[in-house]
């Protein structure tokens, strides 16, 4: 199984920063890797997939880069709004996929 | 716009059964394959099943390997979960999720229900 391992387990930014999140895999995924954002109480929403692809409607304040065993998501710009779980997303060794245990971001 | 809706959830004690649905719309359904995804209280995501848009391959997560069963009647637009000799551990919001491919399985998720609770307790 490939075990995601994502830092910090929380992040506490101010509004108008950047947050820089991370995902490193135990083996290498390529890109295809996907990120989510979940809000309490709701589904998560996928942001990016094939590491650095925006979903659709996702604002280009969300950007993912990375490839191989190392990944990073960006927001640019936080917004009060941005406050949630994020998860990274492994599909690489399907049907075997696995997440991260998450990356609690904070607004400040 | 697409829409997931799960059902059949609820408190079951252990070694029982329950079924989800979970129907599709806005989209077309026999088009797409489809994942159960889990959530326990608290907790991070865990991947269920898979099954192809015809219905043919399926593959289920090891911790629910025999016990659970993917289904799907392409003519409803429903897509069903099994759950047999339910655990304690099984507690968890059962999310239904379309691939984010077309056709072939991508195994990243575009869309999602709003989940619905499972709770296995004596």
């Known amino acids: 199984e490939i075990v995601m391992t994502q830092s910090p387990a929380t992040l506490s930014v101010s509004p108008g920063e950047r947050a820089t999140l991370s995902c490193r895999a135990s083996q290498s995924v390529r890109s295809n890797l996907a990120w989510y954002q979940q809000k309490p109480g709701q589904a998560p929403r996928l942001l990016i997939y094939g590491a650095s692809i925006r979903a659709t409607g996702i604002p280009a304040s969300f950007s993912g880069s990375g490839s191989g065993t190392d990944f990073t998501l960006t927001i640019s710009i936080l917004q009060s709004e941005d406050s949630a779980v994020y998860y990274c997303q492994q599909y690489n060794n399907w049907p075997r996929i696995t997440f991260g245990q998450g990356t609690r971001l904070e607004i400040k | ?122």
């Not at chain 2, 806005?26 to 889990?38: D, I, L």
């Not at chain 2, 911790?63 to 099994?82: A, C, E, M, P, W």
Request: hydrophobic share 35%.
């Open chain 2, 1 to 122: 716009q697409v829409q997931l809706v799960e059902s059949g959830g609820g408190v079951v004690q252990p070694g029982r059964s329950l079924r989800l649905s979970c129907a599709a719309s806005g989209f077309t359904f026999r088009s797409y394959a489809m994942h159960w995804v889990r959530q326990a209280p608290g907790k991070g995501l865990e991947w269920v099943a898979v099954l192809a848009s015809d219905g043919r391959d399926n593959y289920h997560a090891d911790s629910v390997k025999g016990r659970f069963t993917i289904s799907r009647d392409n003519s409803k637009n429903t897509l069903y979960l099994q759950m047999n000799s339910l655990r304690t551990e099984d507690t968890a919001v059962y999310y239904c999720v379309r691939d984010g491919k077309p056709a072939a399985a991508g195994y990243y998720f575009d869309y999602w229900g709003q989940g619905t609770l499972v709770t296995v307790s004596s």
